[in-house]
Each structure stands twice: as C-alpha cells, then as structure tokens.
C-alpha cells in the first residue's frame, strides 16, 4: 500500500499549489488513511493539516523538506521528542541556511525517520544516524537503478515519494507561474532548469506503480514507515508561562491579593456580591493553573497609564480588579464563563491594548525579562488574495502597471476565487475593460494561486511566553524587522495549545492619553481640576450622550465609520448597553438585522423566535454577540460547551469556513431531534451564518464601548485638544483633513504652523487648533528636532534671528516658509517677500544674509494662496475646495446643511471625498456607500447597482464632485440616493466653455 510521504501544500511558499481541503479530497479519492506534510523548511499550515485530518478521517505525520544551498532531506517525526527537535532543527535552518543538514542533524536527530536522496548526504547522515530511521529516496526523475544502487551500496532500504506540488500535471503551469513570481521574471525570462517538472503531481498508486515498477518493496515500504510515524496529535493542554508547582502555588497567593487590593480601589465598599464574584473566578482560575498568566499580564499593563483590556478577557472581574481591563463586569452583566468554563479545554488569552507609540517599549520590556529563548511573537501569514494574485500574475505575463490597475482597482472588495472570468464578463464596473485572450489566461492562472503563502511577517502584537524553550513547541525565525517570530498565525497558535498575550497598539489610546496631558496642561481653565484616565465617567454624562445622539462621532474610537455614526443618529438610544449592541451588530453580513433593531427600537412589537431562546431579549431578539451562538446551539441542538465553541470558532474564522456545512447538518439535525420546528431552524441558522468570519463577544464590545465612551467625552467636553490628537496621532478612520474639517464644523479655529508657536503634533486649546510641523510636506524629522532645541532658549523674534540660530538646507527653509511659519516674525512682509529674503540667505555664496528689503509686495490671490497650500500640506486650509468653486456654479446647487429641507426630492450637491465602502445588494449587485462634504456639512450618499454601473469607476479618480440625488430619510437621518454623479474639476471646466452657467446643464 502507497502512502504519500511527501507532499508540499499551498505552505510551502510560493511553490506548493494544493490547499488542505484539496489534500483531503486527493487522498480520500485515493483511499489514502495517512498523509505525510513536509512543507518546504517549515510546519507553516501544520496545525491547520492537522485539523483537516481529523475532519477526513487521515492519519497525519509530521514532517518537512529541508533544502538549503548545500542538500534535501525529508524529516518525518516518529513520536514527541522528535517533534520538539524537528522544531529545532527548522529554526536551526532559519538562524542560518548556509550550513549542512548533517551538521544540524547531529544534535537532534533522535525521534526522526530521514530520507535523502544524495550518496553523500547519506554518507555524512549515516555516521549518526541508524539504518532503521535513515532511508534512500525514490522520487519522480529519478533512475531506479540508480537508488537500487545506491541502497545496496549503502545497506539502506529505499522509501519511494511523490515529491508532489500539484494536484495533476494539467496544473504545472500555474507552478511556472507561482516560481515566476516567486523570483520577480516574467514566464519567458523564468530558468525552467532551476524548477521541478512536469512529474511532481499526486498520483494514486497504481500510478505510482506504473511510475516505479521495479520498486514494489519501496513503495510498500511507505505503508511501514507511516505506520511508525507519530499521528496521535493532541493539542488540549495549554502551554503555560510558568508550569512549577512551588512557582504555581506562590502565583495563586499573590494573585487573590493583589485582586482584593484592586477591589477595594475599584469599589471602595467590597460588598458579597463583590466578594462572591472574585472567589468563584479565583476558584477556576487556580483549578486551571492560569493565576501566573494574570501576574505576568498585570505587570506588563503597568509599564504605562493607558489600556484598555479587551477580548472576553474583558468579562473577568479578576482583570477588571487588576486594571487590566476597564469595564465592571458586575454591572454590564458579563459573563465569566464566555472567558474560562470549567470544560473548557484550552484557555483563552488576554488582549491588552497600548498606545501605539508605546508598544515597541513595552514588547522589548518582554523580550528583555523573559528571554529570546523564552519569547517570540506571532506571525502573519501573507497569502495571495484575489487582488494580489491577478497583480502578480499579470507582471509575470508582461502587463504593465497601468493595464495591471484596470482590473485591480475594481476588485478591492471581492474576496471570491472563483471563476474569475465569467465575474469580471458579467459585472458592470468592467463593462470597459478589453477581455483579450491574456487576460483571460491571467484570470485562469489567478484562479488556481489564490491562498499560496507568500512570506511571514510580524503580527501587531501577539506575544508568546513559554515556560523553558519556545524552539521545541514551534519553529520560529527572524522577522526582517529583527524581531523574532514563530511560523504559525495567531489562530494556529491557539489552536496548538500555545498561550499568547496580544500587546497591540491602539491610536485611540494615544489621543486619550494626549488629550488628557494638553487638557491638565492648560487645566486653570478647566476649573484647575485634574483629570485620570481610570476616574473619568463618561456614562451618564449629558453633553457626551447629545453627541452620541446625532452621531457626531468622528475621531471617537470604534463608532466613527458612516454606518456606525448613522446607526446611533437612528436609533436615538446611545445609553452604554445599546452602543455595546451597535458595535456588534455593525459587520458585514448583519445588514438586515440592523434594519430590523432599529425598527424594534421605534416601537415596532416584536416576539422572541422560541421562548428557549430568552438571551435574545437583551438585544431586541436577535443575535449579536458570539456568545449568542453558543447559547443557541446548545440550547435548540444539544451541544455541549467544547463543541458550541468550535462552531462559535469556525464561524469566525475564515480559514475555517469548510467546516461551516457540516456544523450546519449537525445542528439541523440536533435541533430536529429535540423538536422544533424545521421553519424557526432555518430561521435561526440564518442568524447565525450572519457572524461568518467577523463577529464579536460582548465583553471586548463592551470594553471598547467603554473607550468609545471616554473618547466621546472627551470630544464633547474638549474638542479641540481632543481632534487636535486625532490628527497627531494620525489615526482614525478618516484623513486629517477630514478631522480638520469636523473641527471647523465645531467652531474651532484652525491656525497654520508657527515658528515660535508649533510642536512636532498639532495642538489644541479651548477654541484653536494650531497645526503642527508635522503637517508641512518635505519638512524633515531632524529639522523640526533642531528648531524645537533651539526655541528651548528663547522664541525666536526674527527672520534673521532664525536664519542665524538654526541651521538649516534651504530646501527645508523654503518649507517652513511656504507653510507660513514666519508670518508671525514678519508681520509686514508678503509672502514672496519672506520667501525672497530667505532665498537671499542661502544663496548668496555662502554670504548668509537676507536681500534686505524687496519691491515683491504683492500678496497672493485666493487661487495661488489654495495651490501653495496644497503644495505644502497635501490640502487645503485657507478655503474649503467646494467654496472656491461654489460662485462659478448656478444657485441650485444646495448646501449640505439644508439637505433634511428636502427629504424626497431630487437636488445638486457638490462634495469633496472623504470615504468610500463597497458593498453588494441581497442579488449580490455591486453597489456603494460614499461619504462626501461640502463647506457646510458632511452627508452620506448610496450608489445603489443601477447608477454604480455607470459611475462607480469614476469614484476611483476623482475627488471633487457634483451630484444629483433624491434625499431619503431614514429613522430620522437623510442621505442621498445618488441619480448621477460627475467630475466637479470637468464641469467647471466646460463651464468655462461655454461662458456661460446657463447655457449648459447637468441632466
């Protein structure tokens, strides 16, 4: 009986063409009960085969195919300690592969089985490696004779493999490509010698038979080593920081101290509730061996001010007591066991959030007291995407950049693989595009690529800590940026029992923090009080809620998107328990729910789908948090906790999504049995598919509803110092500009950088917001340094006295000038004067003093005033763009903030962009949600499929435009559906034409 020994999947990067689930469905074809993965120099997609193993019924191996420079070997594992050293000798290879597979051998080779195919590679293996764990390999290309030979020469026995990197020899030619792209050629300039051939397809084993038919033994011999390799792969235990019982026991201790410590400064009165709570958590958290982690995150967080701890780690009041995270759960009725339950295998990490610009800190905090050889971070796998895969493919056909962007700038929001050419024929956005045969030839080969592994790169912050040596639990490597990571993704991480601590940086943080800093600064206008990050109390407050309310929430953390902003306009309720539910409800396949949320919140009467289902009564009868699958499953088909967790997991979980049918059958099936009926079923399924690969639980929507709330409190209260850290913090769903703009909508001044006046970041106080030199383009980092040094002894009070004190190129003199940062300093001088006396200074050979005075008095006009900003900081600040073009055009062009004086009519708009999202109707039509403003207002506007087939492209290239739409009010809020959109910079332009505003028309 053949089994296949060797097989490289997508995993092996940029080389292997089968998917896992392709995998499973070649060996089952086959009648194949194990499988050997041997993925180039990794266990990238381990876990994950794994998985698919158990799925299919397949027994799975472990192993891999090292090839370096100097020789090829196949490692299998034969039990656990071989494993762990397989791990090592991976990351061995990372560390350096310039050296021999021998000489890394040596050290670890125990609980191996090795196979090779070179004399002298099986010369040097031989030495320390006995001839019942090394064997000669037979693979295609190569002469029987020759390995019979070499086998009797060597007294081994011969293995026969696949080799295999595609599915069937049809498939060859999307290996070509994969290689081409791999090495950054074209197919005609690609080195075939250098690639495998034709012959390294799966094949069953009569073909192999037929391939070898003078190797019987050796292909038989692949049933005998499998049935010796390691395939009882458990990965239940969690691998703990710290896994001594003293170190345990002295955790346990410590921990329920420093719990009640925090008690009593979080609720000064610990009442039994209180009490009760913290013990029942204390109780599982000891069972389970977990109180170290709690330390070892706990003191991580106080290496700085502001977090926010997120995750269902969030429903803890052990973390809440700890400040690791930031909302009572006592309160917001959180349920513990969302994040530890006494059945549940494995154990959830905790996500901590940092400011962004603290995290680099607070990771090599962690490396420097736990170790390298302890610590490593998670890695991001970067696949090819539909997007990326039909870029790729084209260069290596020879398409230009601008034949390359016809297609892709159309395709950002589509996430299928499939059939990509009759897609692009019947969709409307490529009604344009010239379908030659190579570009259906690229499309074809996208196709078959779609899903292969490029390289890993550094996660944002997934930390693993192990208690002795992370080299015998995963491989892991040098990330480019010097970090060292380990090859797996965070969701292959958790699945292998591995705890992982997620340290991310969060912007928001950072402008809470900032905002905090400038308000304390200045805090004699403040009433001279002093505000805490861990005391403000946003809930409840007024001014914070009439915010909320209208849905004035750009630059407020987690509700600033336009649906969200929308969805709080809408439904009027902005207490913390309904803006929890908005920022769950709002994702990608829960469309129609929030529709029908918002009608329950009018009034509409409404029943709960089953009286089983009484959870649903916290959110208007519909599912919203994950927990809300688990509760359903469990309650209508009998599943217990372990088996409603992995179906919560592979619905959120796009890597898992084969697996959704099959959960589905099993809950059809449960529910049926227990008797309900089919309809409520299937109505209730619904729901669920609804979290399809991006969903939340309540306790992370509540923790970050939490900061949502500090950041609107903020705003509300103080918006200047708070937009003016927005923007410094260059964060956010929107662009400064934006930012720059809401602030003007609140009355706040925007004042353009000054020499004496500005800091690096933009800064705000009371009603002023003054730029900061951030925002000058081509200024560099060391320039602003130099100035902000020499300002520390004394304000400059000159053009000459700063020309003299700082020294500068004149490149970036002429920067600070065109921002307008000497206008302060020069209160009479134009700016071509300034410009001429600065000029003067540098250009003088080597002189170093102004012209003096200048007869350039002239100031600039509007125009030349608007591009010179424009120049300087990439937009606008003097005027507002629509402004400037507002006199050329007829008086029936409205004005944004008069759009609710006519709700369902037609009218002219004209807007500059701001954000854009597709999306697709129930017929999957692709339609679009684009956000626009004008110097008035920002609104909303929809491109439902009919007008988004003829103008949507047009969103791609231009900013400014001019629209006509009806005005359709919603729950109270007004958007427009958009009948026509056009180019505003063309319009005006044929108005030039044509002399005359009246003579030509839009329709």
Same mark, same amino acid.
């Given at each position: 009986m053949f089994i296949h020994l060797n097989i490289h999947s997508v995993y092996s990067s940029m080389c292997g063409l089968l998917s896992l689930s392709d995998l499973m469905d070649k060996a089952k074809s086959c009648s194949m009960d194990t499988l050997g993965l041997t993925d180039v120099n990794g266990l990238w997609g381990f876990i994950r085969f794994v998985q698919h193993c158990r799925q299919s019924d397949i027994k799975p191996i472990a192993g891999v195919n090292l090839i370096t420079d100097h020789d090829e070997v196949i490692l299998l594992v034969e039990n656990q300690n071989g494993y762990e050293n397989l791990c090592r000798i991976i990351s061995t290879i990372h560390d350096n592969s310039d050296q021999k597979i021998s000489d890394v051998l040596e050290g670890y080779s125990s609980g191996l089985f090795v196979i090779a195919f070179d004399k002298k590679t099986l010369q040097l293996l031989h030495r320390f490696i006995p001839d019942t764990h090394l064997f000669v390999e037979l693979r295609p290309g190569f002469s029987e004779l020759q390995i019979q030979q070499l086998a009797r020469d060597l007294k081994l026995e011969i293995v026969v493999t696949g080799d295999v990197y595609f599915a069937s020899e049809r498939d060859y030619r999307s290996y070509i490509v994969l290689r081409a792209i791999d090495n950054s050629v074209t197919l005609d300039q690609l080195d075939l010698s250098k690639q495998k051939t034709k012959q390294h397809w799966f094949r069953n084993e009569r073909e192999m038979v037929h391939l070898f038919p003078n190797s019987l033994d050796a292909i038989n011999n692949t049933r005998y080593l499998a049935d010796r390799c390691k395939t009882d792969w458990s990965f239940i235990n969690t691998i703990f920081p710290g896994l001594s019982l003293k170190e345990t026991y002295h955790a346990n201790r410590e921990l329920k101290d420093k719990v009640y410590i925090g008690a009593k400064k979080r609720y000064n009165d610990i009442n039994s509730n209180v009490r009760n709570r913290i013990n029942y958590e204390l109780q599982l958290i000891t069972q389970k061996g977990f109180a170290p982690y709690f330390l070892i995150v706990q003191d991580i967080i106080t290496k700085t001010q502001a977090t926010i701890g997120r995750g269902s780690a969030a429903a803890s009041i052990v973390s809440y007591c700890l400040f690791i995270t930031q909302v009572d759960p006592l309160r917001y009725n959180l349920q513990f066991e969302r994040f530890i339950h006494s059945e549940r295998e494995n154990m959830p990490d905790i996500d901590v959030d940092f400011p962004w610009d603290e995290r680099d800190s607070i990771l090599e905090y962690v490396f420097k007291k736990y170790g390298n050889e302890r610590t490593a971070m998670v890695s991001n796998q970067v696949i090819l995407k539909t997007r990326s895969a039909i870029r790729e493919v084209a260069k290596v056909y020879g398409l230009s950049n601008e034949e390359i962007k016809s297609i892709t700038n159309r395709i950002g929001w589509y996430h299928s693989s499939k059939d990509l050419e009759h897609w692009i024929r019947t969709d409307s956005r490529f009604a344009n595009l010239d379908l030659n045969d190579t570009i259906i030839r690229i499309l074809k080969e996208s196709e078959k690529i779609i899903g292969a592994f490029r390289y890993s790169s550094v996660h944002p912050g997934g930390v693993l800590i192990v208690p002795d040596e992370i080299r015998k639990y995963v491989p892991v490597l040098t990330a480019p940026k010097g970090v060292q990571i380990v090859e797996w993704e965070k969701d292959q991480v958790e699945d292998s029992g591995l705890l992982k601590i997620d340290l991310l940086g969060n912007r928001s943080l950072a402008v809470v923090r900032d905002t905090i800093s400038s308000i304390n600064i200045h805090r004699e206008e403040f009433d001279n009080k002093y505000l805490d990050y861990h005391q403000i109390q946003p809930i409840g407050d007024k001014k914070t809620e009439d915010l909320l309310k209208i849905g004035k929430t750009m630059g407020v953390f987690y509700i600033e998107s336009p649906a969200t902003r929308q969805l709080l306009a809408k439904s009027g309720i902005v207490d913390f328990e309904h803006v929890v539910i908005y920022s769950s409800i709002i994702r990608p396949a829960a469309n129609k729910y929030t529709n029908l949320m918002l009608s329950r919140i009018h009034g509409e009467k409404w029943n709960l789908i089953h009286p089983d289902l009484e959870f649903l009564k916290e959110s208007y009868g519909i599912m919203v948090y994950?927990?809300?699958?688990?509760?359903?499953?469990?309650?209508?088909?009998?599943?217990?906790?372990?088996?409603?967790?992995?179906?919560?997991?592979?619905?959120?979980?796009?890597?898992?999504?084969?697996?959704?049918?099959?959960?589905?059958?099993?809950?059809?099936?449960?529910?049926?049995?227990?008797?309900?009926?089919?309809?409520?079923?299937?109505?209730?399924?619904?729901?669920?598919?609804?979290?399809?690969?991006?969903?939340?639980?309540?306790?992370?929507?509540?923790?970050?509803?939490?900061?949502?709330?500090?950041?609107?409190?903020?705003?509300?209260?103080?918006?200047?110092?708070?937009?003016?850290?927005?923007?410094?913090?260059?964060?956010?769903?929107?662009?400064? &500009?934006?930012? /720059?703009?809401?602030? %003007?909508?609140?009355?706040? #001044?925007?004042?353009?950088?000054?020499?004496?006046? @500005?800091? $690096?970041?933009?800064?705000g106080q009371s009603d002023k917001i003054r730029m900061g030199f951030m925002s000058i383009r081509n200024l560099k980092y060391k320039t602003i340094s130099l100035i902000l040094s020499k300002r520390k002894n004394g304000y400059f009070d000159s053009l000459d006295d700063f020309l003299f004190r700082v020294d500068l190129d004149f490149s970036d003199a002429m920067a600070l000038t065109n921002a307008g940062c000497f206008r302060s300093i020069t209160l009479n001088m134009s700016h071509q004067e300034i410009a001429y006396n600065v000029a003067g200074f540098?250009?003088?050979?080597?002189?170093?003093?102004?012209?003096?005075?200048?007869?350039?008095?002239?100031?600039?006009?509007?125009?030349?005033?608007?591009?010179?900003?424009?120049?300087?900081?990439?937009?606008?600040?003097?005027?507002?763009?629509?402004?400037? &073009?507002?006199? /050329?055009?007829?008086? %029936?062009?409205?004005?944004? #903030?008069?759009?609710?004086?006519?709700?369902?009519? @037609?009218? $002219?708009?004209?807007?500059?962009?701001?954000?854009?999202?597709?999306?697709?109707?129930?017929?999957s039509e692709p339609m679009e949600f684009l956000t626009l403003e004008d110097e008035t207002d920002i609104y909303e506007c929809v491109l439902f499929p009919t007008v988004f087939k003829d103008f949507g492209d047009l969103v791609h290239w231009e900013r400014l435009f001019i629209i006509r739409g009806k005005v359709e009010e919603s729950f109270g809020v007004c958007s427009i559906n958009v009948e026509k959109i056009g180019?505003?910079?063309?319009?005006?332009?044929?108005?030039?034409?044509?002399?005359?505003?009246?003579?030509?028309?839009?329709?």
């Amino acid at each position: 009986m053949f089994i296949h020994l060797n097989i490289h999947s997508v995993y092996s990067s940029m080389c292997g063409l089968l998917s896992l689930s392709d995998l499973m469905d070649k060996a089952k074809s086959c009648s194949m009960d194990t499988l050997g993965l041997t993925d180039v120099n990794g266990l990238w997609g381990f876990i994950r085969f794994v998985q698919h193993c158990r799925q299919s019924d397949i027994k799975p191996i472990a192993g891999v195919n090292l090839i370096t420079d100097h020789d090829e070997v196949i490692l299998l594992v034969e039990n656990q300690n071989g494993y762990e050293n397989l791990c090592r000798i991976i990351s061995t290879i990372h560390d350096n592969s310039d050296q021999k597979i021998s000489d890394v051998l040596e050290g670890y080779s125990s609980g191996l089985f090795v196979i090779a195919f070179d004399k002298k590679t099986l010369q040097l293996l031989h030495r320390f490696i006995p001839d019942t764990h090394l064997f000669v390999e037979l693979r295609p290309g190569f002469s029987e004779l020759q390995i019979q030979q070499l086998a009797r020469d060597l007294k081994l026995e011969i293995v026969v493999t696949g080799d295999v990197y595609f599915a069937s020899e049809r498939d060859y030619r999307s290996y070509i490509v994969l290689r081409a792209i791999d090495n950054s050629v074209t197919l005609d300039q690609l080195d075939l010698s250098k690639q495998k051939t034709k012959q390294h397809w799966f094949r069953n084993e009569r073909e192999m038979v037929h391939l070898f038919p003078n190797s019987l033994d050796a292909i038989n011999n692949t049933r005998y080593l499998a049935d010796r390799c390691k395939t009882d792969w458990s990965f239940i235990n969690t691998i703990f920081p710290g896994l001594s019982l003293k170190e345990t026991y002295h955790a346990n201790r410590e921990l329920k101290d420093k719990v009640y410590i925090g008690a009593k400064k979080r609720y000064n009165d610990i009442n039994s509730n209180v009490r009760n709570r913290i013990n029942y958590e204390l109780q599982l958290i000891t069972q389970k061996g977990f109180a170290p982690y709690f330390l070892i995150v706990q003191d991580i967080i106080t290496k700085t001010q502001a977090t926010i701890g997120r995750g269902s780690a969030a429903a803890s009041i052990v973390s809440y007591c700890l400040f690791i995270t930031q909302v009572d759960p006592l309160r917001y009725n959180l349920q513990f066991e969302r994040f530890i339950h006494s059945e549940r295998e494995n154990m959830p990490d905790i996500d901590v959030d940092f400011p962004w610009d603290e995290r680099d800190s607070i990771l090599e905090y962690v490396f420097k007291k736990y170790g390298n050889e302890r610590t490593a971070m998670v890695s991001n796998q970067v696949i090819l995407k539909t997007r990326s895969a039909i870029r790729e493919v084209a260069k290596v056909y020879g398409l230009s950049n601008e034949e390359i962007k016809s297609i892709t700038n159309r395709i950002g929001w589509y996430h299928s693989s499939k059939d990509l050419e009759h897609w692009i024929r019947t969709d409307s956005r490529f009604a344009n595009l010239d379908l030659n045969d190579t570009i259906i030839r690229i499309l074809k080969e996208s196709e078959k690529i779609i899903g292969a592994f490029r390289y890993s790169s550094v996660h944002p912050g997934g930390v693993l800590i192990v208690p002795d040596e992370i080299r015998k639990y995963v491989p892991v490597l040098t990330a480019p940026k010097g970090v060292q990571i380990v090859e797996w993704e965070k969701d292959q991480v958790e699945d292998s029992g591995l705890l992982k601590i997620d340290l991310l940086g969060n912007r928001s943080l950072a402008v809470v923090r900032d905002t905090i800093s400038s308000i304390n600064i200045h805090r004699e206008e403040f009433d001279n009080k002093y505000l805490d990050y861990h005391q403000i109390q946003p809930i409840g407050d007024k001014k914070t809620e009439d915010l909320l309310k209208i849905g004035k929430t750009m630059g407020v953390f987690y509700i600033e998107s336009p649906a969200t902003r929308q969805l709080l306009a809408k439904s009027g309720i902005v207490d913390f328990e309904h803006v929890v539910i908005y920022s769950s409800i709002i994702r990608p396949a829960a469309n129609k729910y929030t529709n029908l949320m918002l009608s329950r919140i009018h009034g509409e009467k409404w029943n709960l789908i089953h009286p089983d289902l009484e959870f649903l009564k916290e959110s208007y009868g519909i599912m919203v948090y994950e927990e809300h699958v688990s509760m359903a499953v469990m309650t209508m088909a009998g599943l217990g906790y372990a088996e409603a967790e992995q179906l919560r997991k592979t619905m959120s979980r796009n890597s898992m999504q084969h697996f959704i049918i099959s959960w589905k059958q099993k809950f059809i099936g449960g529910a049926q049995k227990r008797g309900y009926p089919l309809k409520i079923i299937n109505t209730v399924w619904e729901m669920i598919e609804s979290f399809v690969g991006y969903s939340f639980c309540k306790p992370h929507s509540a923790s970050y509803a939490m900061l949502s709330f500090t950041c609107a409190y903020l705003k509300a209260h103080f918006p200047a110092e708070f937009l003016s850290s927005v923007i410094s913090n260059q964060g956010g769903f929107y662009s400064s &500009y934006a930012y /720059m703009n809401e602030a %003007r909508r609140l009355k706040i #001044k925007i004042l353009t950088p000054d020499i004496n006046d @500005s800091n $690096y970041h933009w800064h705000g106080q009371s009603d002023k917001i003054r730029m900061g030199f951030m925002s000058i383009r081509n200024l560099k980092y060391k320039t602003i340094s130099l100035i902000l040094s020499k300002r520390k002894n004394g304000y400059f009070d000159s053009l000459d006295d700063f020309l003299f004190r700082v020294d500068l190129d004149f490149s970036d003199a002429m920067a600070l000038t065109n921002a307008g940062c000497f206008r302060s300093i020069t209160l009479n001088m134009s700016h071509q004067e300034i410009a001429y006396n600065v000029a003067g200074f540098y250009l003088q050979n080597g002189s170093r003093k102004t012209f003096g005075p200048s007869l350039l008095k002239r100031h600039l006009t509007l125009d030349e005033k608007y591009q010179l900003e424009l120049d300087t900081f990439g937009f606008p600040i003097t005027i507002h763009p629509t402004a400037r &073009y507002r006199p /050329m055009l007829s008086k %029936r062009i409205c004005y944004a #903030k008069d759009i609710p004086k006519y709700q369902g009519q @037609s009218i $002219y708009l004209i807007g500059i962009y701001i954000t854009r999202k597709e999306s697709t109707t129930r017929m999957s039509e692709p339609m679009e949600f684009l956000t626009l403003e004008d110097e008035t207002d920002i609104y909303e506007c929809v491109l439902f499929p009919t007008v988004f087939k003829d103008f949507g492209d047009l969103v791609h290239w231009e900013r400014l435009f001019i629209i006509r739409g009806k005005v359709e009010e919603s729950f109270g809020v007004c958007s427009i559906n958009v009948e026509k959109i056009g180019s505003l910079q063309q319009w005006i332009n044929r108005i030039k034409q044509h002399k005359s505003v009246s003579t030509y028309h839009f329709d």
